[in-house]
């Protein structure tokens, strides 16, 4: 009872403070879960976008420096000549499929492989080797591997709720 007029009350609030003609207004307002969707949904875009938009760049524009890092990597050490042009290509091919809004979902599933794949790869260096050497740039390169991995496991969680929305927006459209 007192929830129902505590909504009455800021539904009254609402509609004063913002000049709203009648409740429908006020409700198609606050209740319209595609624009709330599209909205979060752009929001998780946009961050994974700047994050591997400054993140590919970086890496070739200083891709001698990140070679020597990815060469002293363990296990990936072998692989730095493949891998220092497939990771940022990927991570500027994800950054265009998140800006082209027919192919944000594929997008977020490549954010999603990207992210799991690092957080992995973090935990199998966290326990099975020694020596960690850090081949990250900019804030995560003052970071603690675990800091590191809390971050990759915040973007895998971010970009699984990204495609779930997408798929909640779409049969909500239906």
């Not at 307002?29 to 949904?41: A, E, G, M, P, Q």
């Not at 730095?80 to 979902?105: D, T, Y």
């Not at 675990?146 to 909500?172: D, P, T, Y």
Request: aromatic share 14%; hydrophobic share 50%; charged share 15%.
């Amino acid at each position: 009872m007192k929830t129902q007029l505590s909504i009455n009350f800021l539904r009254a609030i609402m509609i004063r403070s913002f000049n709203f003609r009648k409740l429908n207004d006020f409700e198609f307002f606050v209740f319209k879960r595609k624009r709330s969707y599209n909205l979060v949904i752009g929001l998780i875009s946009l961050s994974f976008f700047l994050l591997f938009l400054y993140a590919g760049l970086s890496e070739l524009f200083y891709s001698d420096q990140f070679h020597a890092q990815m060469s002293r990597l363990p296990v990936l050490g072998n692989y730095a000549g493949i891998l220092i042009w497939l990771v940022p290509v990927s991570e500027l091919l994800i950054c265009i499929s998140l800006i082209r809004p027919g192919k944000r979902r594929l997008g977020l599933y490549g954010c999603l492989a990207l992210m799991t794949l690092f957080s992995v790869y973090i935990m199998v260096m966290l326990n099975f080797s020694s020596v960690i050497p850090c081949s990250c740039g900019s804030v995560l390169s003052v970071w603690s591997w675990e800091e590191q991995l809390i971050f990759n496991v915040a973007g895998v969680i971010l970009a699984s709720a990204g495609i779930c929305l997408l798929s909640v927006r779409k049969h909500s459209d239906d």
